[in-house]
């Protein structure tokens, strides 16, 4: 899935970003947090972030916004995808394009296993929406990088406090 200018945002929303405790955002790949068309970040004086806060939506984040739909699209259309219960926790997964009709969720441990193919990518398709409860965790083993996870999800996404293991 190529992110095109999408990578530089931790979070890019479509309809506004609400935080309501605490948060810190970091990573390699990029800390800007952006919403186009709908601009707004609620909650932004909780929120710690090594990248740019775009509570308006300037040109750079109406860009990746368009780059999001393409990517969007494109994790949205990848199969064979197999089906997986509601909740991800407690299961091992490999490579592949993983979906639920309607939500996902994660409580407990999600483990992604690239079997030691530094190029594996998970899919993981929700007809819906995305829930982690907090104290979940994904723990990504044998080659598995979070580069390489996608989550299309259909509505919106609720966030728990949450770990990735590398």
Not at 21 to 36: F, H, P, Q, V, W
Request: one cysteine or more; charged letters at 10%.
């Amino acid at each position: 899935v190529n992110l095109g200018s999408t990578s530089v945002y931790a979070v890019l929303a479509g309809a506004g970003i609400t935080n309501t405790g605490a948060t810190t955002i970091s990573g390699t790949a990029g800390g800007d947090l952006g919403s186009a068309p709908t601009a707004g970040i609620t909650g932004d004086t909780l929120i710690t972030t090594s990248g740019d806060k775009h509570p308006a939506a300037d040109a750079q984040t109406i860009a990746a916004k368009d780059d999001l739909v393409t990517a969007y699209n494109d994790a949205a259309g990848r199969i064979p995808a197999t089906t997986v219960a509601a909740d991800l926790g407690g299961q091992t997964l490999t490579q592949g394009v993983y979906k639920s009709a309607s939500s996902l969720g994660l409580t407990g441990t999600l483990t992604l296993d690239a079997e030691d193919d530094p190029n594996a990518v998970f899919i993981f398709q929700a007809g819906s929406t995305l829930t982690t409860a907090s104290s979940s965790d994904i723990v990504m083993v044998r080659g598995a990088q979070a580069c390489n996870v996608f989550w299309q999800v259909g509505s919106s996404a609720t966030f728990g406090l949450s770990l990735i293991h590398i």
